[in-house]
Structures are given as C-alpha cells and as structure tokens.
C-alpha cells in the first residue's frame, strides 16, 4: 500500500512534463498516421472514380484500375492530408478561436459522404460544359464549407491549398511528369481547385475532431497543473 | 420581425397540438403512417428487380422495321428499351461438319482438321455474296482498333473491317496458314486463358459454342465438328440475309434441318457493375453506416436506444422508398443507378431532425405527463426544424435549376425524400419516441417503488405489465424473497420473444425463405438470366436451358421476300457447282448413315436454334468490349440462324492431312487434353483448399484481434486509462468535470483502514489505529479515539500529538487517579491540524483545566462553543441527565465532555491499565447507532460511544484476532481468524430515565438503530461461540435480514441464523476463497472468490440461483441493485450483470488499485472512485454523468475504499484524509 503511494508520487514528480511530451509528440504521430491512411484510401478511391470515367465496360484488370495513378499520388495525397488535418487545429489553436460548429463524428462522416459525392458528381454526371460543370462543383464545395466548417480559417485555407495544389499539378503537367488522359486542358483546371478545396475542407474537419480528444486530455494537464 | 415571430408561434402552437396528438393515439397513428408508406411504396412492385442478366425481346422477322426512338405509346408488352436501332444484328451461320463414313485409316485429328479447314470456303463465300448491289462489306459492322490493352489478340480478332469472326481467325482467315499449321489444338489451345474464367475465352468468341460441344478434341466420340460464323451487322437489309441464307443452304442443305427461322431476338444487357465500380459503392455505403452508427449512438436517456435507432433508420429508409415510389407513380423512372445514389440520399437526408426531436423531448420536465412532454419537446424545436427543412429545400431547389439532367433527378428524388421524412419524423417517429417515453416512465415508476417502502402495496398488474412486480422492503425478519423458478416464469415479454425467436431460428429462416422467393422471382421473371447462367456456369453442354424455352409459335416461315426457296430462285445463283460431290456425298452418307457403327451422325435439334444461348451471357458483351463498345444499356438483335451440313469424305481427310498429324502419337495428346481437364479440377480444389485455409485463418485472426480475451462479454473493453486521462464512458465522451470541492476530513496520520457509517455519523480508522468519529452531515469531527499503542511508542514522534500535550497535562495528572482504578475509561484527544482549524478561537486558556474543582454549573456556558447542532443537543440531554452510573466519578465524566464541546485538546490517558493490549490494531469496526465496536487483532472487541469517545464495554473473551464484525440490532457477531464466529449480545439497562438520544426530528426517517445513550449501562455478552465455523480464516462476514453470512478462505460460505447462531447453510460452489459477501434486507446473497467467480444464492434453500465468472482475480466488491448486480475484481474491472439472466450488462475500467471502490447512491446511479477522482455512472445505460475531483492537486490518491451514505452523500478515503461529497445536484435529477 505504502509503495503504491510512493510510486505513485514518484511519478508524479517528474512525470508531468516528460509525459506531457512523449504523449504530445505520440499523439501527434497517431493523429497523422490515421489522416495518412484516410488520405490515402480517398485517393485510391477517389481516383478509380475518376478512372471509370473512360473506361466503359469491364476494366481488364481490377486491381491494375485501382493502383491505376502513378504510385507516388496515394503517398501524396497522404502526405498532404496528414498535414491539412494537423494544420487546421493547430491555426485554431493560435487564433484563438476554436471550432464549434457540430464537432461530433456523425457530422464528420456526412462531410466524408458529401466529398465523395461531389468526387462522384465530377465523374458521373455528364454536364453540357465545363462551365456548368465547374460552377456546380465550386457551389458544391462551397456548401460543404458552409455546411461542415464555417470558419473564415478554413475557408482561406481551404482556397490557398486550393490555389497552391493547383498551381503545383498544373506545373507537374507542364513538366511532363503525368498528363490527363483527357486533353481538354479547361475541364481539368475547372474541376481540379473545387475538388482540392472540398478536399481540405474534409481532412480539416476530420484532423479537428481528432484533435478533439488531444484537446481534453491537454485541458485536462492544465487543470491537474 | 413581427411576422417572424408570429410566424415562429403560429408553428410552435401546432407542432404542439401535433405532439398532444400523436401522444395520445400512437397505435391508430402508427398504423396509419405503415399504411401510407405501403401505399406510397406499392409502385415499387413494378420496378424490375436487381440483376444484372440480359434481357430478351423476341419479335417476328417479318414484318421487323427497326424500333423508333420516340415514345410512340406502348406497344403492348415491348419493352422500354426496345427503342431505336440496335448496336448490331447478329447473323450466325453454324455449321456442323463430320467426315463420314469414317473408317479405321483416319487419325483423331482427321476428325476435325478437315471440317474446319472448309471453313475458309465458307468465308470466302459469305465474303463475296452480293445481292444486287449489296455486298457484305456495306452492311457489316465495321470496327476499329483493338483496345490498347488486347495487343495480344490482334492478330486473331479482325480490326479495321468487318466484325466477322470463325474458327478460321486462328490462322488469319488463310488457308494456307491452316494447312501448314502442324497442330491445331496447340494453336486454338494456347491462346486459353490459364486459371478460372467466368467470362468467354477466345475459344469461345471463335468458335461461337461452348468449349466442349465443338468437338474439336481428339477424343470426341460423336467426331461432329461445330462451330458458327457470327456476322455483325450494322443495318439489316432483309433481302440481303435471305438470299445469303438461301444461297448457304443451297449450297450446303440439312436434310433433317427443321430450324425455325422466322423469329428475331432482341437481348437487351444492363450496365454490369465490375469490381472495380463496386469499390467506391462499398466505400460510401461504409461511411452512410458510420455516419448511421454515429448518429444514433447520441440518442440516450430513453427506455430502448435500439428501438429507437431502429426507428430512425426504419424512417430514413422508407422515406426513401416512398419517394422512389411516389416519383415512378408520377411517371419518373429513375435512369440513375439507384443504389449509387442511395447513400448520397440518406446523407441528405439525414438522421439529424430524429435526434433533435428526442433530445429535447428527453429534457423536458421528467414529472409532466407523456402527453405534454412530447408536445412541449416538439414544439421548443419546431423552429429550428422547419427552418433547416426549408434550408434543405432552398439549397435542392437551387440544385434544381443547374439544369444538368442527372442533378435535376436527383434533386427531384431529394425534395419528395426530404417531405416523406418529414411526414414521416413527424408521425411515426414521433409516436414510437411517446411509446417509449411511456416505457420508460412505467420503468421509473417501477424502479421507484422500492423505495417508497412501506407505502402502498405496489399495485397490481395491469400498469406494469411487464416487469415482475417489485419486492416490497419487508421487514428485516420477514421472507418474500422470489424463488428462482418462480423467477423464471416471469421473465419480460422483450426477453420472451427474444427466447423464442433463437430458440425456432426464425430469423434465419425468415431469410432463407425470402432468399428463395426473391431467387424464384428472378428466374420466373427473368429466363434468360437463369438460362444463360446456367449456360455459361453450371452445365456448358446440358440442354437444360432449352427446355424452359417457351413453346414458339408455329408461324409459317415465310420471309419477307417471300419463300427461301422463291428467293432462291430469283437469286442469281451463283454456280452451286463447287462443291458437287460433296452434296451428293453428304446426302447419299446421311441416308446411309446409321449402317456403320462408327459413322458419326449430325443432326439438327431446337437447341441448335440458338447455339449462343449456351454461352457466357458476357459473349456479346466481351465480343464487342474487344473493340470499345459497350452493350450496356443498349441491345443486340440476333437473327435467325443458318444451318450449313458439311459432309466431307474420308479421302478428302486424308489429303487434307498436314504430314506431323499422323505422327503425333495421339495417344499422348488425347493425354494431355485429359491431364488439362484433370489438372483445372486439381487446381480448382487446391485453390478451393487454400482459399478455405485463408478464410480460417483469417478468420482466427480476426477472432484474435476482435476478441482478445473476453469472448462473449458484450460491451465495449475499455482500455486501461492513463493516469491523467479524463475518464469516459465507452463512447469516449467525457462530461463535463465538476469542480466541487469535497469536504475533506483531515486528521488521521496514515492510511485509512476501515470505515463505517450510521448514517448521521461516520467512523473512520486508519493505519495508527486512531478511530475518528465524524458528523456526516457537516463533516467534523465529534470524536477521537486514539490507539493506546501508538500513543505510547510514538509520543513524541507526533507534532499533531505533541500540540495537545503541553497545555493539558495538568489535566491528565488531575484524571491520572480516576483513570487508574476504573476499567471502563474513556479516551479522547483532538489533534487538530492547525490549518484545518486555524480560524476557530483558540479555546485553551479558556478551559479551565482543574477539573476536580469547578462545579458543574459551571459547565454550560462554557460551551458556547457552537460544534455541530447533534453532539449539543446531546450534551444538553446528558447535562439534565444525573451522572452515568458506572463511572466512579461523575464529575470527571462531565468535564470530559465539556472539554470535548469546547474543541479542545484533551490529553489521552496515557496510564493505563496492565492487561491492555496496546499493540494490537483495529482489524474491523462496525457503528450503529452511536456505538462503535472495534475488533482487534488481539482478539478483544470493544465497544466504543462515538459521541463520546468513551469505551463503553469490552470483552476478551477470544483470543483470536477479529477479522471481521457485523453489528446488527442488539447483537454483534465477531468472525475470528481462527475460523471461529462469536455471537455477542449487547444489553442496554437503562439506568434510571428511559432517556435516550433518537436524532433530531428530521432524521427520523433514518433505519431505525439503537441508539445508547452514554447513561446506558452496555454489556456485551458472549452468547454463542462456534467453534471452527469454518476451517481456514473467516476473510467476510455480513449480516442482514437475520442471517448472518460467513465468508472462509475455505472456499465455502456459511449461513447462519442471528437469533441463535444456529448454521443453516453450507454453499460450496466456488473454486477459491470468499473475498466479498453481498445480502440485503431482500435477502439477495451474492458472493465472489478468489477464482473471479461469482454466485447468487437462494437464501431460503441454500441453492445456487446462478453462477458467472467475471474476474480475473479476485472478486473485490458486490453490491447488488433490484435488477443487477455489480462487481468489481483485482482486475480493476467494474462488471455490471443481470441479476436474473446472468448475463453481462457492461464493465467499466477502473484505475489501478481503485477497483474495489463502488458504491450504488440509488437504484441507477452508480459511484467509482479515480485517481483523486470520483465518477458518477448511470447505472441503467453505463454512461458517465460526472466526476468529481476530491483534490485540488491533480496527483490524486486512488480513492480505495468508498462508502455510501444514506442522505446521498458519499465518503471515500484519500490516502490519510476522507472526503465527503456530497452528490452533485445534477444527478438529483435523474433520481
């Protein structure tokens, strides 16, 4: 009994700080690898919507479809999920004004749902135009925003990342890196920024509610300190 | 703003009157909503069924003219996609050719190599046909390239042509390929694919009949080749197929040929969803049932959170079924892909307004009707309901006018979606949500009872007709304890048909059967599906579906031209020359046919009327995918076909022979065709072995992973909490942390050991052997009584001690003498902690501390010292009482208790008398009333005033030490380590007045205990003393209901009787020790082991009621409600079970060393004790309500030990401190 209390108080001397730290950092690692993962199943799955589009009957080759992109695009996206979702809190965290819109995970998976439905509008829905087309996603997208997020954070996040990530795929092609099976050079700039800002927005909804729990178990240090 | 807000009111007030409505008539208005969602879902019927085979029109060749596109009315039963003109006609030759007579000289390969090199000729034929200016070149199908990914088989398939494909693609359509070729079947053999294939091969695509009935084998015994000629044709020009049909039959005639030609058949294919397409379907149908999951997970506080889950999504789904049918009623069939859309139209539609509206009914006042709850709850949210409504609307309206087709329907279907769900939110769910609401309140009443005990018998059936009737408290003395069987039979209705339905597997059947139905639907529906399945799967050669062809009408064939034959006559006829001898031959062999033995025989049966029925239904399809066409949705017409007899002589065989044919052992290859065959069935079961191998042990794994430990305990595990973790619930929810500071009752200087309460005062005893005795309600501290021991050894180790020393010792000198000649003394000291105490008057110099010589008169205001209204209350009685008999001198006994009043610090008696046993330590200690009795390790029990402080009795009459006490009425029973149990009798002789303390009037509602005033003259008297009560120490004893129940280290639990310690009851049954003992005033007896088990006994005849193992470890704790019982074990593990099933309700995680502190405030509100923490459980749900943090540094001590008080306050100790909380006032609430 004795020894118990005076672990335990052991512990708790130089306990705090360290355990503030490794459960910091391991919190942090946990939060990105699971945004990692998300990030990359969206791209899989996102992509072979995008990949059915041309093909009309019978790929010859399922899983040659799914990995179908070039194999550094899933990591990309990963990589680039992981850091929208543990960006968003963090510019949270520094303005000073936390999300409170619907934290809750049901919310979050409508917001997933309604991203893949917009990836799935993109691909499937035979529009007149492009201009059709890219208005629809741009309203779509920004009703997610409003739906889900309405944080002025997110909504200039979400366009820079839009802007940037455009910028970056554009400069790919130039470079010859990859190119798009359709030549319609308008169609993939139209649809491209929606699909990235409905994007940001998703993985910042979701790296904000995992956040959530860091954010209790800090608040809960605070008070015990 | 006026108009808003008439508006808002104008909603409330009906939402209102629509929620009185529903509450009061929900069996009339459920049945109404199932109604109007049958009627709404009736046009369903009429949809087709989901399946993906093709479809079949069949129309007659005559008067055929391709289908318009527009809707012209409807034709009668043509089908809606027969519209416009088809992908291709398909017009097959099949030829069936056989050398006959066939004689000894030939080889195997004879059998086929010349049949199919006469292919060529026939091609040839067919190319070159022209009927006046038509040629096939300007009716053919004309194709491209190949897709890029079919490199390979581009030089088998035709690109840039026509698509006409034979056998003869093989060698390229030359024959001098063929003739060169040294091994046929290596050639059409080598392009098979090698492992299981569902879809056609190219032996298939080629040959245009299934693999096995071409007889292109070495080892065909029927030794007839066949094989078609398929000709896609892009427009059909009647005239041109006849006369190619007459010209081909003029060439070629079957004699017994009686093929109808006079139908044409239409298959349409539906779009086929590859597994490629189904990946993104999976994935968003995962996310609708996370959201789904999430989404209900919040319903709570209600009577059945599956019930109403069920309803949620009962309402969901059948709005959407109800629009999808309102839509086809309105003529709007849907072209999208219904179940594509479906989870975007859930998402839309949302779970949220469900949620909504049983959250604030929910929180309405518990104590109004149903009726007003539900009305009031509809109508606080009515607002916001109908403004998101109309949001939702706006936005599909907007999404209306994008004017894209696909957007436009799917918004259409939103908008009759969101209104079904609407009508539907506001009628069904809220009638099942009043339903429930009324269960749940029926539950509380129920649950409340007990309670009330005493009141009015529990009124009988028909207001609780489905809980058994509560046991009423009886008295402690009378029985009514239900027998198990009698238990039994009133299990709920809920569990009955729960029983009922594993017990027939109903469910299961139910399933089965409408697998069938739906599977008999489908092939009535739709033959051709089941026909071309079984074609392409089942049975490749099996004319099966042919049988269920129906019957043909027997029209005349008559062409449009006219008669074949006419036709032929008008043809040009092109020299029928050719092939003389070959006609002659074919009939003079077919007459002469059945003379020999071995000479093969073709005939021409219905199943040759549509040879590619008994293909793939994936042949067209794949044949036309080859070149980037798709089939789905669009439709093929396939005319008639013709029926070419190839006869060919023995010697043309022979000259045909390539020189290798004859030199192939065909022995050999007749081998390797049978290994192949052997060797894919070899493959298909070893592939089928491993696959199984996988599946278990995947399936293991997952078992392993899922399950680890704890198969069968439902409820989630949770895992071990972090020190500084917020503690939740099993959703990960934490409430809100209350910062309620406990109070905290200081002055004890190690670890607190036991504890007992009386309801109004609480005694505590820790490590140093020092018992406080503290006022429960404002948490002072009434008494101290120190260890003798420790006060001797430790004098001077104790500041706290030392404080109260110095100023007293003239005190203890003056009561030296009186303490030394009387045994029965009485002790008490205030080491007060300075910082507990600081703002209260230092009161020493006040005392007066010559004792001997102040009159008592003296005394009393002196007192003025307010200490708590119980213990001046009692001083004033004891004040106008005459002097306690016993003690031989009564005035040191008044100022013993004025000094007590005063707060001051009075020194302990430190002479005392030689047979003390000063070393001993309390082992167990009981409080009742204002008595404390102590059992110490030394074997003595002693009986002690709480008020105070003085020993009112001892006894020595063990030697043992007590490990265990129970104090009940007038009796103590002293469980010793020696496995003996001693029944004490304490006597009460009223010395003078009938005076005695009974609490003020507000508590008398406490449980009746005896209370002694200190003017009692208390003797304890040893009864009965039975010896080896048990063979190994006694580890529990508890008393209630005049029993007392022993639990031994011998692994077995005893039953005795109170009134005269007569052993009732022996229950074996557990595996290990007894570690705790749970028996009420119901006579509920449950006990844990060592071995983690735990039992329920029947107290009445000593069986077993039921038997679970919960712990790993020993079973620490056990308390049992009306309806459950909770235990906790070594495990940290709180484990919360049916009391009457057995079955496990949930567990809850506890921190390490917490895990016996539980206690049950009511009959839903459980209590754990945290790392410095206390939490609040909702019993019913396992759902943390609150914790509360009993210090103010975060480094909490685990709370060990936690007590619950009658006036819903708990205690816990806190390493050396105790904390009394009181329950927060939101958890008033819920009880």
Known sequence: LANDRLSGNGVALRGPY??????????????????????????????????????????????????????WVPPCCGTASALIGLLYPCIDRHLGEPHKLKREWSSVMRCVAVFVGINHASAKVDFANNVQLSLTLAALSVGLWWTFDRSRSGFGMGVAVALLATLATQLLVYNGVFQYTSPDFLYIRSWLPCIFFAGVITMGNIGRQLALYECKFVQEKIHQD | MTVRERLRQNISAAFYRHGLLCASYPVPIILFTSASILTCCYPLLKLPLPGTGPVEFTTGVRDYSVPSHGTQGDLGERPDWYRGPPVAYIQQVLVKAAVSPWDSSLVPVDVFRSPLGRVFSLLEEIRDHVYTDRSLESLCLQVTDLLPGLRRMQSLLPEHGCLLVSPGNYWQNRRDMFDSDPDILKTVHQHEPKGLHTSATLKDLLFGVPGKSTGVSLYSKKRVVTYTITIALSSYDARFVASLRARLKQLHPSTNCSLREDHMVHVHFKEEIGIAELIPLVTTYIILFAYIYFSTRKIDMVKSKWGLALAAVVTVLSSLLMSVGLCSLFGLTPTLNGGEIFPYLVVVIGLENVLVLTKSVVSTPVDLEVKLRIAQGLSSESWSIMKNMATELVIILIGYFTLVPAIQEFCLF???????????????????????????????????????????????????????????????????????????????????????????????RIIMVGTVI????????????LRTYLAAQVSEQSPLGEAGLPPHLGVAPVFPGGDPTSTLNVLPAPEPTPLPENQSQGHGE???????????????????????????????????????????????SILPVIPVTLHLSPQEAIETRHPQDTQHAPRTSAKTTELQADLTLYKVAALGLFAGVLLVLLLFCLYRVLCPRNYGQNGVQHGRRRRGDLPCDEYGYSPPVSEISPLLLRGHSMDIECLANDGMLLASCCLAGQIRVWDAQTGDCLTVIPNNGLRRSSSSGCWEHRDGWDPSSPARNASTPIMDNEHPLRRRTTPVRPALFGDQPDLTPLIDTNFGEVPPSQMMPGCGFDFGELVERAYKEHEASPPLPFPPSPPAARQRRRSLGDQSVAPPEQVLLAPWDWDSSVWSMELRGNLIAAGRSSGKLELWDAVEGSLRCCNEDGSSGITALAFLNNRIVAARLNGSLDFFTVDIHKPLGLLQYRGPPGRASLPPSPCYSSEDVISCQLTRSVQCAHQKPITVLRAAAGRVVTGSQDHTVRVYRLEDSCCLFTLQGHAGGITAIYIDQTMVL????????????????????????????????????????????????????????????????????????????????????????VSFWDLNYGDLLQTVYLGQSGEGQPVRQLLVLDNAAIVCDFGSELSLVYVPSVLEKLD
């Open chain 1, 18 to 71: 360290i355990s503030m730290i490794t459960n910091h950092t391991t919190n942090l690692l946990i939060r990105g690898g699971m945004l990692f993962v998300v990030g990359v199943f969206l791209a899989l799955v996102l992509n072979l919507l995008q990949v059915q589009r041309n093909v009309t009957l019978f790929p010859p080759d399922v899983i040659s479809s799914v990995f179908s992109s070039a194999w």
């Open chain 2, 414 to 508: 939103a908008v009759v979606g969101l209104v079904s769900d609407f009508f539907l939110q506001m009628f069904f769910f809220t009638t099942v949500l009043s339903i429930d609401i009324r269960r749940m309140e029926l539950a509380d009443l129920n649950r409340r009872l007990p309670a009330e005990a005493g009141m009015p018998p529990p009124k009988p059936g028909p207001l609780r007709p489905r809980e058994a009737p509560p046991p009423s408290r009886p008295s402690p003395h009378t029985i009514t304890l239900q027998a198990p069987a009698f238990r039994n039979l009133r299990l709920p209705k809920r569990l009955r048909v729960v029983y009922f339905l594993a017990r027939t597997r109903l469910a299961q």
């Open chain 2, 518 to 529: 739906w599977i008999g639907i489908l092939v009535y529906t739709d033959p051709a599906g």
């Open chain 2, 590 to 636: 077919a007459r002469s046919g059945p003379a020999p033995l071995t000479s093969p025989q073709i005939t021409w049966g219905s199943e040759d009327e549509e040879v590619w029925r008994r293909l793939s239904f994936r042949y067209w399809p794949s044949l036309f995918s080859y070149y980037n066409i798709t089939l789905a949705k669009r439709y093929i």
């Open chain 2, 1086 to 1173: 449950a006990s844990g082991g060592q071995d983690g088990a735990i039992c329920l006994w029947d107290v009445l005849t000593g069986s077993r009621v039921s038997h679970v193992y919960g712990h790993r470890g020993d079973v620490t704790s056990l308390v049992c409600t009306t309806s459950c019982v909770l235990s906790s074990g070594l495990d940290d593990l709180i484990c919360i079970w049916d009391r009457s099933t057995g079955i496990k309700l949930y567990s809850i995680q506890q921190e390490v060393g917490c895990g016996a502190s539980l206690g049950v405030i009511s009959e839903s509100l459980l209590v754990t004790g945290g790392q410095g923490c």
